[in-house]
């Protein structure tokens, strides 16, 4: 064997090598995520006009919100995450924040207009 074949040869090696860490990860139709997307959006709504007592604070009243809503919030990240999960728990975390912030200025606007 040459010296160029052998060198070549060393360097697919870390070619072919991260060629098998490749993760294959493919979008969900955006048709369902959106349809779940509504359905949590939905959940929220029924429950902020449900929880809210008008007396506990916007942030509190949200966390119990979103935390009624769980399993549409779930069924939002799986869609988006995939069935390999890829970065299921990063995607969870931004879609439970974004629900919070979401419902929590929901609560005030709610409040806001009940007043007027």
Known sequence: MSQATMRRGSLLIPF???????????????????????????????????LDDYR???????RAVVAACRYENQALVSAIAGPDGFRQGEISRQIEQNSLDATTQAVLAHRAARRS
Do not use: F, H, K
């Open 56 to 62: 506990t604070d916007a942030a509190t009243i949200g």
């Open 16 to 50: 072919v090598t991260l060629c098998g860490c490749a993760v294959v990860n493919s979008a969900p139709p955006a048709a369902e995520v959106v349809q779940l997307r509504d359905v949590r959006d939905a959940c929220l709504a029924r429950n902020l006009v449900a």
